[in-house]
């Protein structure tokens, strides 16, 4: 089972506690936008085998998004940030490259 820790409240969730928000930092197109952005944006996403950056709602406790960096292999969470954050922290991006030295990056 995916555990996850919301970083606003620090509770440990379990997947059944939260929602999926699909992939995380997309570059958003709307109004003004060519016909292309736009179908890339709503319909062409990433779906790799290894790390990946999701958002997810702790939909049963403090109702707050956040993103998360897991191995969609294995599950293995690398860590979690708020929703806000415009690309991920620093020090996940180091822990993700000192488990996974061939992963290519952010």
């Known amino acids: 089972m995916l ?8 509770v440990k ?10 992939e995380a930092h997309l570059k ?36 707050k998004w956040f993103l998360a960096a897991r191995d969609t292999a294995t599950l293995e969470v690398f860590g979690t940030y708020p929703a806000q954050s415009s690309g991920p922290p620093a020090e996940l991006i180091e822990k993700i490259k000192a488990k996974r030295p061939d992963w290519k990056g952010f």
């Open 28 to 63: 958003r197109h709307g109004p003004g936008s060519t016909d292309e952005a736009f179908e890339a944006y709503m319909f062409a996403r990433k779906n790799p085998k290894g790390v990946h950056f999701e958002r997810w709602r702790h939909a049963y406790g403090c109702g």
């Open 3 to 10: 555990t996850l820790e919301c970083p606003y409240c620090g």
């Open 13 to 22: 969730a379990e997947e059944t506690e939260l929602a999926p928000g699909y």
